[in-house]
Each structure stands twice: as C-alpha cells, then as structure tokens.
C-alpha cells in the first residue's frame, strides 16, 4: 500500500503531466516502503512504515525556480535555486481516523529539466528520482556522512529500478 498523495503544479515554466506523476509516486512510494520493509533502517519502526501505508497522506508540490529558492533561502538559509526539498511534519501515528500528513515535497520543474538534461535522461525520470529521494529525507533520511549517502542513494537505485524507472 502506498500513502495518499495530494499533487499540485504551481509553476508553467515546464509542462508536467500531473496524472502520470500521481500515478508514478504512488507506486514509488509504494516501493519505498516495500524496500524500507526489508531492510528496515533502526530508526523506523515496522507498524509506523504499516501505517504510512495505510492511513498516510502528503502534499507534493511543482514549483518555479524562484519559488523553491525562496523557500530554501527561508528554511535552510541558502539563496539559491534546489532542487528538491522536504518538509517532515508527522511521523508519530494518530489516533483512528485523524487525519494524518507526514510530509511535503517540493520540486523545482526547472531544476528537474536541467538536470534531466545533464544527466542524460527524461524529465519524467527526474522527478521520479527528486520524489524518491524526497520521500526518503521525509522519512528521515540524509546524505551528510559517506555512510548515510551511500545508503540513501542505494536505496533510491532500488527503489527506481523496481519501480521500472531506469536511465
């Protein structure tokens, strides 16, 4: 089971087929916790990842360059354009039938293009991997030490290449 997720595209800069892209990070975030299910890391618990599934919901948003590096230069004191961000809000189960939003994911469409074009591959690739790679940092994962990034990245390749989403 995948966590609903609540789409918006708050940008025109590049087109972005909304449908396709629910549709894809439902069943990414599926894999997510498929792959995290497995190899359960120690700091999630396996009836919270049970319940993200079931009863979870979050927001991902479509944004601007210059939307995303408002946002990050309010958030992380950095003022430039990212690509991705993520906002973690809960990850303490709620009571039955309280509505429960673990997270937001930002993603700049333009970023997601330039990058796709660096690396050789679609721009529906890309955002694949940004929400893959924001899930991950909502689920409080991180990429700061060589231990940590070597384990998300992993991660992130397996849950791309299960998922049917290659290069």
Do not use: C
Not at 75 to 96: C, H, M, N, Q
């Amino acid at each position: 089971m995948a966590p609903e997720i609540q789409i918006q595209n708050q940008q025109r800069s590049q087109k972005v087929d909304t449908a396709w892209f629910k549709e894809t990070s439902a069943l990414l975030a599926a894999e997510v916790l498929k792959n995290l299910e497995k190899r359960r890391p120690k700091h999630l618990k396996a009836r919270l990842l049970a319940e993200i599934g079931r009863r979870g919901t979050f927001s991902l948003v479509v944004v601007s360059n210059a939307a995303i590096r408002k946002l990050n230069k309010q958030w992380r004191g950095k003022d430039y354009a990212t690509d991705v961000l993520s906002f973690p809000l809960e990850l303490e189960i709620p009571p039955p039938g309280a509505p429960w939003e673990i997270g937001e994911i930002v993603i700049s469409a333009e970023k997601a293009q330039e990058q796709a074009e660096e690396y050789g591959h679609s721009f529906k690739r890309e955002l694949a991997f940004l929400f893959v790679h924001g899930f991950l940092h909502v689920l409080g994962f991180d990429h700061e030490t060589p231990a940590e990034e070597k384990e998300m990245f992993g991660r992130q390749k397996e849950v791309l290449k299960a998922a049917g989403i290659t290069r």
